[in-house]
């Protein structure tokens, strides 16, 4: 079914004056985690799809002179290496290696025609409010209330930079806050898997000289949609903040980011052995 078809038909569950404030973060878990069968999980990651946000005509977020584009495809790169190094049994696939646009809907397609087993978006925060900082990760669902739901927003409107853009999105209109919230169509087998690693994630960020875990959230983010198997989507800092725009852009900044997403990898995978 097309994704217009999904969303005109699930438009009518909503209330023109239902206005989504964005997502909030998941409770910590209070009890050992269960054995990862009983979380309907498929099995290792084989087949590691790392998607280095925006690229190309499409900057992203913009710090006093940084580009998302450009901090996002660094730290992409250096997840490939390091991961490569470490983990041979694992496959990488980039959607990007360079300064190009590559379409919402095509890291989608790069996604299912390598057969991965998990897609990882990195992206960068932007908001006006300066003193925010520190990481969150993402998994595709409906937001319950956040600061930063513009942001969110930002991020679906990548597809206008798209030629005809609505030929591949069946209408969607990434300006519309009814439309952001009708992306919670995931299974439960696939949120499981995602939220799984987006902990995990998390945990190796705050360990890296003591960042600000700002936790695992939800939103409807369309690349996290289009892939369709279990995702996530990771704003590694603030690149509006001056600090975290100084230690995003330095190569020791990247490395840590990278070797964050490393060991939450590899910690998932030995849970399978």
Do not use: W
Request: hydrophobic share 35%; with cysteine.
């Amino acid at each position: 079914m097309r994704l217009g078809l999904i969303l005109l038909s699930l438009l009518g569950l909503f209330s023109s004056s239902y206005h989504l404030q964005g997502p909030e973060p998941y409770d910590p878990p209070v009890a050992p985690m269960p054995p990862l069968q009983d979380l309907g999980l498929a099995g290792p990651i084989r087949t590691l799809i790392i998607d280095p946000g925006h690229g190309g005509k499409d900057p992203g977020a913009v710090g006093g002179d940084t580009y998302e584009k450009d901090v996002t495809l660094g730290v992409g790169l250096k997840l490939k290496e390091i991961v490569n190094q470490n983990l041979p049994q694992v496959k990488v696939v980039m959607t990007r290696e360079s300064d190009e646009f590559i379409p919402l809907y095509a890291r989608g397609e790069i996604a299912q025609e390598n057969n991965g087993d998990f897609f990882i978006s990195i992206h960068c925060n932007g908001i006006e409010n300066k003193h925010s900082h520190g990481a969150e990760t993402y998994i595709l669902g409906v937001n319950k209330g956040q600061e930063n739901y513009e942001r969110i927003i930002e991020e679906n409107q990548a597809v206008l930079f798209e030629d005809n853009f609505g030929k591949f999105y069946g209408g969607f209109n990434p300006r519309s806050a009814e439309a952001n919230i009708l992306f919670d169509l995931t299974s439960d087998a696939l949120r499981s898997e995602s939220k799984h690693l987006a902990e995990k994630v998390q945990i190796h960020y705050a360990e890296a000289k003591g960042r600000n875990n700002r936790g695992v959230k939800q939103a409807p983010f369309i690349v996290l949609y289009m892939c369709g198997m279990p995702a996530i989507l990771t704003e590694i800092g603030f690149i509006t903040n001056d600090k975290e725009e100084a230690f995003l852009r330095s190569e020791e900044g990247q490395e840590m980011v990278a070797n964050g997403l490393y060991r939450s990898i590899e910690a998932y995978n030995q849970e399978f052995q």
